[in-house]
């Protein structure tokens, strides 16, 4: 795709909003409740920031840098810039990285299309009284309808892609992550109602500073601040591709960086307290929003309304972050070898379908089945990509930009050239940032 016919985001505010919706959705209202309670809450959450600000807002920048200068997907914005180099095919790391989150997520966001048509068409049947966490775990151990809708899911994706991407996204930006946090918000406030409100805040904002010596305690920290703010999967480096050169990056890198984490904290601000007054466990896992949320709502006035608007904008929300992910390895094979949009859509959007498909059942007929680390297959494949592979390609960028990107280039490429700032954000990357990252992927190898 040359330059000249590159789409551009028609606004600053919709670039702003479509690289935090492409992040938000399950990342922060899915994940980040259910890894922040698996790892002691406000312990995780110190971690979580300091991990954000000196590995994520640099990273983020140099990956806006790249993409925009290179005008390319990040697989051919490395080629492009190391085009003799035995490093020119790092990139692909991402793109791999990429296309296997989704085949992840596509189950996940399957479950929440079928909450939502649930909210939608049958309110009384998901406001009915009984064990949330049993009807859960009933739905997701059948074999064929998490399968549909996980079909649902990845077919909405393709299409999606099919027609491109860029202005779709922009506009379903614009007004459904404003919607998105008004909702959540509503959502907080009510949850400061219940009883364990004190128990939700002090698990969440009070740390406990023993559990700073775990090692699996950043290791997670980094992961989900890869995973949710979009970090070295080739995302942000295709968004930045398309931002024009008059816009500047820093203040728009930190922006996204700080506007996701705080949809995190607001999941945490909503999921926490319900979950201490429903005596549920914090750590319980994947399952977390589909079993603390319904109980949420069936206790509150007008839960019917709010479990809908609430499901269902958080199913666009994580269509808006497929779209995002399958356009990866999309605009990667059309570029390197000449397919045509459509025929890459459909060719990846069913291969992607098809590799989802063990961690769907891994909660059904082979939910017995554990892969090395006891670990089911669904977070096996969370693993491997978001503490294995994430973390590798975040290094591998972050050398490319420190050291092999000549520094007056980068330091143009990021709207910082000639100031202080720059200068520290390219220190940051040429030794912070990667010791940083390199002692937490030790940690993640030695779990293994």
Not at 67 to 85: F, H, I, N, Y
Not at 299 to 308: E, R, W
């Amino acid at each position: 795709m040359s330059s000249q016919t590159r789409e551009q985001w028609q606004s600053h505010r919709g670039f702003l909003l479509a690289a935090v919706g492409s992040a938000v959705g399950l990342g922060d209202i899915w994940r980040f409740p259910y890894v922040a309670g698996a790892n002691g809450g406000g312990a995780f959450l110190l971690v979580y920031l300091l991990v954000v600000l000196l590995v994520g807002v640099p990273l983020l920048l140099g990956e806006f840098a790249l993409g925009r200068r290179m005008q390319s997907e990040s697989a051919t914005a490395v080629a492009r810039l190391l085009p003799s180099s035995r490093w020119r095919h790092a990139g692909v790391v991402g793109v791999f990285a990429a296309g296997l989150i989704l085949a992840y997520y596509a189950v996940i966001a399957g479950w929440v299309f079928r909450y939502a048509a649930l909210y939608i068409g049958s309110p009384a049947q998901a406001l009915a009284g009984g064990d949330s966490a049993a009807a859960f775990q009933a739905y997701v151990a059948r074999p064929l309808e998490p399968l549909a809708w996980q079909l649902l899911g990845m077919a909405l994706t393709t299409a999606i892609v099919c027609k491109g991407v860029e202005k779709g996204i922009e506009k379903a930006s614009l007004w459904l992550m404003p919607v998105l946090a008004l909702l959540l918000t509503a959502l907080a406030v009510h949850s400061a109602t219940l009883p364990g409100i004190r128990q939700g805040l002090r698990f969440l904002f009070l740390p406990d500073w023993s559990l700073l010596a775990s090692p699996g305690l950043y290791v997670a920290a980094l992961g989900q601040a890869f995973f949710s703010i979009g970090l070295a999967m080739g995302v942000m480096v295709t968004y930045g591709s398309y931002q024009p050169a008059t816009r500047p990056l820093p203040g728009a890198a930190l922006t996204i960086a700080l506007g996701d984490t705080l949809f995190g904290v607001i999941a945490g601000l909503v999921i926490f307290p319900a979950v201490f007054s429903f005596g549920l466990d914090p750590a319980q896992g994947a399952g977390l929003t589909f079993v603390v949320l319904p109980q949420v709502f069936a206790q509150m006035a007008g839960g019917t309304l709010f479990g809908a608007a609430f499901f269902l904008l958080l199913s666009i929300a994580a269509l808006t972050s497929m779209v995002s992910l399958l356009e990866v390895p999309v605009a990667y094979v059309m570029q390197r070898w000449g397919w045509s949009r459509q025929r890459a859509s459909l060719r990846l959007g069913g291969l992607l379908f098809v590799l989802g498909i063990p961690a769907s059942l891994g909660f059904g007929m082979w939910t017995g089945l554990r892969l090395p680390g006891g670990r089911s297959i669904l977070d096996a494949m969370d693993f491997l990509a978001v503490d294995l592979l994430l973390p590798l390609n975040g290094l591998l960028l972050v050398l490319l930009l420190g050291w092999l990107w000549p520094r007056h280039e980068a330091l143009q490429a990021a709207d910082l050239q000639g100031s202080r700032l720059g200068r520290a954000w390219h220190f940051s990357l040429r030794y912070l940032v990667p010791l940083l990252v390199m002692s937490v992927l030790a940690g993640s190898l030695s779990r293994t």
